[in-house]
């Protein structure tokens, strides 16, 4: 069911009834660009990787947010869903909103419109939001707005006159005299003066205002008209006055739009399923909740007291139970295997035909579409494992032993050996294998892999023009690498490697890394947000550093369009994600190789 | 007629016989936003404004870019016009080429989809473009991947072999055997090997050159598959070889698209007509030609270079001798009040029906139509000047002394009284009688009112919470301001006055306009590349300062949404242009107040 403005209240009801009985929802969004600034690197730790995505991705846009919720049918054991597919667009649907801005990339742009995404609908139709930040804002204006206009009614408060210009002098008059036919007249509820600009309405309120009781009327701009309205008795002007503070008040909670879906979200408390789902989140906290924190710990915190239960099919498919039998983690690779046995693919059939999808639509890259497959590989993974277990369990449900090791694990792309725990540190990995080195800016592969060759078959990960990290194929050769490259004065001209450790302590050190850890709002405010408590405006607001659009990454860089490039990758036991890491590192490497040499 | 990338190519040749046969042409252009960062201001200089919209404006795109070529038919004594609706946009049309980030401003987008532009079709079917540095940029890297696949040619420049693992080997040999066939087999013009991922690649590539040589086939790589291709006698490889540099020579042409429209624009020298052109002439730079100039002075001179004959309609109506006849600038204001007596509309019919546009279509906001009824409104206006001219001159050509004096003048929106004058220094300003104004961040109007009181009618222009001018509206109270609150030691606890001339010095001298006055590339480089003389690519690249896109203005500014909000403005007597600086400041001030006390 595609979701836009024109339906959106209606659903909202619905969703809320859905969302508290369901067994569990997938998610999937689109986004109007994926990266700019500083990429991400195989190497990157966690905390590393949130600061170049946290800096480099929030100013895109999620326009797409798809839902699907799944609920258990205990009398027919089996699933059935709800898919939910949200255009989301933040136009200024109140005076005073934000005006947002926004970033786009290209290729992503060209991505989605060959998937037939409706940029057209997207923005006539979208639905629009505020975070948590911006509605207080609207909030506290509002009320300023309320105190000011209590104020002009007292007299001490009057505005110092300006002189009537000759030219402007009738038209006044005009206006005063009908404010007064009006006024002596009873049959009429307002009126409407004729359009003026903006220095002649002011002229009017002024000489009106000097003329009539503010107890008698009330004077008020609309599309460029003055409109002059009789007050009532005190009981009518105090109806008026609460009906028009109710409407300001309905109008804000309406702007808030689509972000209330994301509340209802974190108020239900049920497991989010996404396929490699950590920008989404990232998008939802920034977008309909708070601005990202800068520290990366204070992000681990506020996503999990938001979202206490969330898992990444990525992740799953790439844990040691399931990566040989599912090569390639790109969702729609792992729809084709889990098609053929040993998996089971797991029927859900739709709830109501017109919110369902199934498995054999074109659909791939709508949201909605993606939310569910996600949501039905979640389902045929967990089945997969119910069947290996001893003894069998059949339906794996959410709450299940067999899927808990998988809940609040994040898959991070690129990175190849570790993961994100949202639920305490994350794994520790060795690189004593790793080295930094810098090279004069003429240097390609083959000098980095000259420079190697006694010591084994190498994997350089690109970083700049004149960097990158050299992982050794063989521990056995760290030692003489250290001897003969770290510890030697000199290797070459402007050439310098440095063990990975040397390198990570350095940058730690460095000063924009003490700017990047200056304190930010404490969890404590996440936690209080949840309750949907709105946070003082005057809260500092988090920056972005400075950044060049038009920069582009380093030339020994292949950026990548779709959402999900394939890279392997691990998780589980140190030695087995280190032989992994070793092969991705390798494959990147050379699929690197493969486009700069341009064969 | 509308030009996307499908009919292209096609256009471009008889656009380029149209522009050299062409009386004169009249552009427009739509944007995904207009201004972010700091806004400009009604007694911003011309510099100042520059300054603002480089750092605040070329980050959007511009998307839709409108050219109507006029032609004066000596035999019918009329003028005839042929419209073009340009769709542009940047998709990455060729590995390497750049993938473009931009800013989008949702009050904008809001604005054209409801104007009914259609996204999908921008998308979808836009022309992509380079600027010259990106072409050159391009044209850099493929000689670059020449040289380098030249030098491999070479023994001494072999890679150092990867031992093939196990479980690859199988393969490799396989498709080793395979080349060997068909290189026995003479049949055959080309293989394809099955597809295998970037490493099994990589190995057969390192494989098969130890087996074969490079004088007998050659390798490359498609769709994750490779191809052998056999070798001829060396004229046939000659001939191949020329073919491929041909083809991507060819490639690198296509793929500067659209600018060559404005190449082609630029080469005409004919006069080139535009209604508030400004924005578009900067986006027109700086994304089809070369990035805008840190300088004011350089940016001036490389506009005048690249198009010496501009003329801005708004600027014209905006004259002594239109100011009285046209209250509006707005360009359907400016063509309703031209239909009527003392005007007369030119009418100008198409000289094809598939290019033409009629006045009374409703087409406004598509780029082509505008820049059609600019056209339109540029010759009724000239026609006017020729009517009451002694003798009177009919038909005024674009070469007519009667329009000479509105040539290479640019109207600023906002900006009251003064313009940028391309072909020479900018019009001096007096503002002896403006204050810059410092005060605490509760104050409001009234409190500023309230202090300068004594001294007649004031007109505020905010700067921030904190500063404003203020404008005297009587010079004659200049000297007891500066006595009574310049050069008083305390005006009241965190309150400042100091004179417009003095704030300006102390910005000039402030280390950040030491930064922005560093010297940039000098002017030659223009006139250099007019004539299309690709840059090295080294030269350095401009930069944004840092922004936030979540930085909203002052609260005290008001954001306009469509592209052109009415203000007053005048150009010619120093005398004339202040009352009307006076008027239009007040009115502007005036028409904040009402938003700001919400009445």
Redesign the interface.
């Known amino acids: 069911m595609d979701v836009t403005c024109y339906n959106f209240k209606d659903i909202l009801t619905e969703l809320e009834t859905d969302l508290k009985n369901s067994s569990f929802v997938s998610i999937d969004s689109e986004f ?2 994926l990266n ?1 600034g500083e990429s991400t690197n195989p190497l990157d730790s966690p905390d590393e990787y949130y600061t170049k995505i946290r800096t480099g991705a929030q ?1 895109f846009l999620l326009i797409q947010f798809g839902l699907a919720v799944f609920k258990y049918n205990e009398s027919i054991k089996k699933f059935t869903h709800k898919a939910y597919n949200f255009y989301v ?4 649907s109140l005076r005073g909103a ?10 992503s ?2 991505f ?3 998937n037939n995404f ?3 609908k997207l ?2 139709e979208g639905i629009p939001y505020l975070n948590q930040n911006d509605e207080q804002k609207m909030r506290d204006k509002l009320n300023e ?1 309320r105190m ?2 209590s104020l ?1 009614r007292t007299p001490t ?1 009057e ?2 006159s ?2 009537v210009p000759e030219e402007h002098v009738k038209t006044i008059n005009d206006a005063c005299e009908k404010i007064s036919d009006f006024l002596k007249n009873k049959t009429l509820e307002e009126i409407t003066l004729d359009s003026c ?3 002649v ?2 002229l009017i ?1 002024q000489e009106a205002w000097k003329k009539f009781s503010r107890d008698e009327l009330t ?3 609309r599309q460029y008209q003055i409109v002059a309205k009789r007050l009532g008795t005190p009981e009518e002007r105090e109806k008026l006055e609460k009906d028009k503070m109710d409407q300001e008040n309905t109008e804000i909670t309406d702007a808030v739009g689509f972000s209330k879906v994301i509340r209802l979200l974190s108020e239900t408390d049920t497991l989010i399923v996404g396929h490699n789902m950590f920008l989404d989140l990232c998008h939802i906290l920034h977008r309909f909740c708070m ?1 990202l924190p800068e520290k990366y710990k204070d992000f681990k915190q506020m996503l999990h007291c938001l979202f206490p239960k969330v898992l990444d099919t990525k992740l799953m498919c790439s844990s040691p139970e399931f990566k040989e039998l599912i090569p390639s983690t790109v969702l729609s690779h792992v729809m084709s295997k889990i098609n053929e046995a040993p998996f089971q693919l797991v029927n859900v059939e739709p709830e109501d035909s017109n919110y369902g999808y199934n498995t054999s639509e074109e659909k791939a890259h709508e949201a909605g579409y993606d939310a569910y497959i996600t949501g039905v590989a979640f389902l045929s993974l967990a089945h997969y494992l119910g069947s290996i277990s001893t003894p069998k369990v059949n339906p794996v449900l959410p709450n299940s032993p067999i899927v808990q090791k998988y809940i609040n694990k994040l898959y991070l792309m690129k990175i190849l050996d570790t993961y994100m725990n949202l639920n305490g540190n994350d794994p520790a990995v060795k690189r004593d294998n790793v080295f930094h080195l810098t090279f004069p800016k003429e240097w ?3 000098d980095i ?2 420079l190697f ?1 006694p010591y084994g ?1 190498i994997y350089v990960t690109w970083l700049t023009d004149t960097s990158a990290f050299v992982t050794l194929s063989s521990r056995d050769n760290v030692l003489a690498v250290t001897r003969n490259l770290v510890r030697a004065k000199k290797v070459k001209h402007g050439v310098k490697v440095i063990t990975f450790n040397a390198y990570h302590n350095s940058r730690t050190k460095s000063p924009i890394n003490d700017v990047l850890n200056k304190p930010s709002p404490s969890i404590q405010e996440a936690k209080k947000r949840k309750s949907h408590e709105p946070q003082s405006s005057t809260q500092k ?12 990454s380093s030339p020994h860089n292949i ?1 990548s ?1 779709p959402e999900e490039t394939e890279t392997v990758s691990d998780f589980g036991g140190l030695l087995y994600a280190f032989t992994s890491f070793l092969i991705g590192i ?2 990147v490497t ?2 690197y ?2 486009y700069r ?3």
Do not use: H, W
């Not at 934000?98 to 290729?107: L, N, V």
């Not at 607001?541 to 582009?552: H, Q, W």
């Open positions: 109007t660009g700019y100013d667009f933040p136009k200024p934000p005006d947002c801005r926004f970033i786009c990339q290209a290729s742009i060209d989605l419109i060959k409706n940029f057209n923005f006539l707005k000011r206009n002009t408060c505005m110092a300006i002189a600009n903006g220095f309405r002011k309120y004077l008020e701009t601005p390609v592969y083959q892999n000259t060759s078959n607001k988090s920056r972005v550093p400075n950044f060049d659009l038009r920069e582009t950026s369009i390798m494959i050379l699929i190789k493969f040499i341009g064969c």
